[in-house]
Structure formats: structure tokens, C-alpha cells
């Protein structure tokens, strides 16, 4: 299993790519002419996403000046 360093499309993918050619199903398995390169791409546009998605709502969540209306009604009823 690959160590996740970046959230990154390409290196998403390239890690996904890494794992699974370290199992012997497909150790020689050619990824960019396969359907699963189109399965790949899902999982990797999709992990990409979320990880977008968490960074921005715990930007929001902990910046002193939320840049959305509902987080800064949040902040203001943890003040009270």
C-alpha cells in the first residue's frame, strides 16, 4: 500500500496504479489501455474531490473569518 504524500489527481492515480501492480492479479497489467484505467480514474477524480471538500470545510471551521455566510453563523453560536 502506498503512502498517500500529495491529493492530486496525478499522484492519486499513480499511487492507485502502484498498489495494485504489487499484487500478483496485476503485476503486469497494462493500465493505460485497460477499462480499469477508466475505474482508476474514477477512484482517483473521487478521492481528489473529497479531500478538496475536507480541506475546505476545516479551512472553514477554524478561520477566525469564515468566508461563508453559515459558518460564520456557526462560529457565532459556539460563542455564546
Known amino acids: ?3 498517500i504524500q500529495n491529493l492530486s489527481f496525478d499522484d ?3 499511487g492507485l496504479i502502484a498498489t495494485l501492480k ?3 492479479t496485476f503485476k503486469s497489467y497494462d493500465f493505460e489501455a ?3 484505467n477508466s475505474v482508476i480514474n474514477l ?3 473521487n478521492t481528489h474531490m473529497i479531500g478538496f471538500y475536507v ?3 476545516l479551512s472553514e471551521s477554524f478561520e477566525q473569518s469564515p468566508k461563508l455566510n453559515q ?3 456557526s ?3 459556539l460563542k455564546r
Open 22 to 24: 504489487e499484487t500478483d
Open 71 to 73: 459558518s460564520m453563523q
Open 55 to 57: 480541506r475546505m470545510m
Open 12 to 14: 492519486i492515480k499513480a
Open 75 to 77: 462560529h457565532h453560536k
Open 43 to 45: 477512484l482517483s477524480y
Open 34 to 36: 485497460s477499462g480499469l
Open 1 to 3: 500500500m502506498q503512502k
